[in-house]
């Protein structure tokens, strides 16, 4: 069986023979000894590599699809699942194979090694846990690396379990975290290339170990302070400088150090968060919260400090740890003892490290350049948030302002500093507006600042609205919409803020981000403020030239944050838009079908904005036929654009938006 296996493996790499070899293993692998001779050619270092390549891919899916038995339905056959002598087999060999596969190969075998300690650990595995032991005493890296990452398959498949689930992983992480720390602890002066591979799996391992629950009884805190040791020590290492050598600035977060030191910062943030601030906390880890206070919390703030005072002197930080740090310091701004340290330095800290980073940047610039459509997904990307030193940085701020004292109005005199000073560099200024637009809530929330914030707006940030830079003109919009909750005294403030809005969103000499940063505006105005919603009725020739530039604006963009702003335009000013309907309705079936494509079968999967935006459209339509219930003569003109699309997404089985298009027959 070998021989054959291997042979048809080496045919479905040749287009001509593919098909016939792809059916002769289709075949075959209901055989008994197909799985596990498959993994003895997939092993096999003197197989060429394409061929061992081919093999794991049809092992990963065969184990994926066919390792649980599976009842048929009654009257069908019953579908085909691996033996269990078999499966026996491979259970006895997979680690093995893990530890000396290449990296190409490793990946595959550990989604099988997942799928196996899912489904068979520890009723069927009970030989994995002293393997595991066995492998991680091993003095070759290349044995230990491949017993962590099946670790980790172990630790990831218990990492979503309630606590009284996760017994099992317990008495495995029992045994083996004590070993995990000698072998980081010993390495610790080792700055080889290897060893951050090593360091880095196991982080990983630690972080999935303590995401969602904390097991006590093995992390107690002298455990902690092992670990807090070793993870300090990786923090402050620096990444060797040859490692810089010949590499390209954009790589350098890839560095494994890197890496590295990013799931150590991953650790820390979210033991604090989850289990270490005090009245924060789940009552069970009350007490273990009030003693990390006492003894780790400022310890911690002062390393992250230390990341901070590198990367104000110049060192290269990671993107990654930096958004870390800044997470970490958010959210110590909530204890005194922690605020307590933060304090003194809080002021320099923000104009030295965190205002250049709320500055328009070089790559800012450069993306502006070369991709707007790139860089609006990237500022409107809620995903990003999540990874972003830029938002954690306007988070800190925001904290720091909003539950500390004497903290707002030495940031608030720095920014109007650089606002009025006719000579302030430009993307300073982006930097000072960033920072007002991040700390609009709690401004307009302090009885000392809320009456002086329209003069504010008038004289420090509506004359960026004509400025000859894009993003500063991008920019005063965004502001605007973080004060669109204001009430203003004057409305002809209001009028003219309106006005400047409405004129960068519908003018085609403007930049591609300053019309999207307008028309988000334009929705937070019309929100809340009444007087917005009465001043655009009242120009209702107004209404057709905003909603053919969001349009356009869509079609350009595939941003789907453009079409709640339609959709508010529809409800409010459903008589004027009425008027329009026909038009706007092809426009929307028109934008769908060009973004479905020639593939619309695969557009969700592929993960693209466009689902979204495409889903986003739909609803839009189906809006704009709620408005048109009482007009049934502009109904029937819009009803021929709502049965092509209709007629699109089931010709092509567009199957993830059917239900979207089976609500247009209930409108």
């Known amino acids: 069986m070998y021989d054959q296996i291997l042979s048809a493996l080496k045919a479905t790499l040749d287009p001509q023979q593919r098909e016939q070899a792809e059916a002769l293993l289709d075949q075959m692998h209901k055989i008994a000894h197909f799985s596990p001779t498959m993994l003895q050619i997939v092993s096999n270092e003197s197989v060429d590599g394409p061929i061992r390549q081919a093999g794991v891919i049809y092992l990963k899916n065969m184990v994926v699809s066919s390792w649980v038995s599976k009842e048929g339905k009654s009257g069908e056959p019953l579908a085909f699942n691996i033996h269990e002598n078999d499966r026996v087999l491979v259970r006895d060999h997979i680690v093995g194979a893990i530890i000396q596969a290449p990296e190409l190969l490793r990946t595959q075998l550990c989604v099988c090694a997942q799928t196996i300690i899912k489904h068979d650990f520890p009723e069927r595995w009970t030989s994995l846990p002293d393997k595991l032991l066995t492998f991680l005493q091993d003095e070759r890296p290349i044995v230990v690396h491949g017993a962590l990452l099946v670790l980790y398959q172990l630790v990831k498949a218990y990492e979503y379990k309630k606590t009284d689930e996760c017994l099992p992983r317990d008495e495995v992480m029992t045994t083996l975290m004590p070993i995990l720390y000698q072998r980081c602890h ?35 805190h002298e455990v902690l302070s092992q670990w807090f040791i070793v993870f300090q ?9 040859e490692a810089y050598t010949d590499r390209d600035d954009d790589d350098w977060p890839e560095l494994i150090w890197w890496k590295s030191k990013k799931w150590v910062m991953h650790i820390l943030v979210r033991v604090f968060e989850r289990y270490g601030s005090p009245g924060n906390v789940a009552k069970e880890y009350e007490p273990f919260a009030k003693e990390y206070a006492k003894r780790y919390a400022t310890g911690v703030v002062c390393v ?25 310091l958010n959210n110590s701004v909530n204890y005194s003892n922690c605020w307590k340290v933060l304090r003194s330095q809080f002021q320099g800290l923000v104009e030295s490290v965190v205002f250049p980073m709320l500055c328009h940047s070089e790559a800012d610039e450069e993306l502006w350049e070369s991709d707007p459509q790139e860089y609006i997904r990237s500022k409107y990307d809620v995903f990003e948030e999540f990874v972003s030193p830029v938002s954690a940085a306007q988070m800190f701020v925001h904290s720091a302002v909003s539950k500390r004292r004497n903290v707002l109005q030495p940031l608030l005199d720095m920014c109007v500093a650089i606002l009025v000073a006719p000579d302030a560099e430009a993307k300073r200024v982006d930097g000072a507006l960033h920072i007002v637009g991040s700390i609009a809530e709690v401004l307009m929330k302090r009885k000392l600042y809320k009456n002086q914030l329209e003069e504010m707006l008038v004289k420090l940030v509506f004359p960026y609205f004509k400025s000859q830079q894009g993003f500063l003109k991008a920019r005063a919009c965004w502001v605007l919409q973080h004060f669109a909750e204001l009430k203003f005294l004057s409305e002809t403030n209001l009028a003219g803020a309106l006005q400047c809005t409405c004129e960068l969103l519908v003018s085609q000499t403007e930049e591609l981000p300053v019309r999207v940063s307008a028309g988000i505006t334009l929705q937070s105005l019309i929100e809340n403020q ?19 530039a969001l349009l356009e604006l869509i079609r350009e963009t595939e941003s789907d944050d453009l079409n709640g702003v339609v959709q508010k335009l529809i409800c409010e000013y459903g008589e004027q838009v009425a008027e329009h309907a026909d038009n706007i309705t092809s426009h929307l079936v028109e934008t769908f079908i060009k973004f479905l494509g020639d593939n619309p079968e695969t557009i969700v999967d592929d993960g693209d904005d ?6 986003g459209i739909l609803t839009t339509i189906e809006t704009m036929l709620d408005v048109l219930e009482d007009y049934e003569q502009i109904m029937e003109r ?17 199957v993830d938006f059917y239900e979207e298009v089976l609500s247009l027959f209930t409108v």
């Open 610 to 615: 466009k689902a979204m935006t495409a889903a």
């Open 638 to 654: 819009v009803e021929p654009s709502i049965l092509m699309v209709i007629n699109h997404v089931f010709s092509n089985s567009v």
């Open 304 to 328: 992250m400090l230390k990341i901070m005072e590198r990367k104000k002197n110049g060192e290269y930080v990671s993107s990654r740890v930096i958004q870390q740090t800044l997470n970490y």
């Open 186 to 220: 010993s390495l610790l002066h080792d700055t080889s290339e290897s060893t951050a591979h090593l360091q880095k799996i196991t982080f990983k391992i630690l972080y999935a170990f303590t995401q969602y629950n904390l097991p006590k009884a093995i992390i107690t």
């Open 530 to 548: 009444d007087s917005v919603q009465r001043l655009i009725g009242e120009q209702s020739a107004a209404i057709p030239q905003i909603m053919t």
């Open 233 to 241: 020590s990786i923090i402050d290492q620096p990444v060797p400088a």
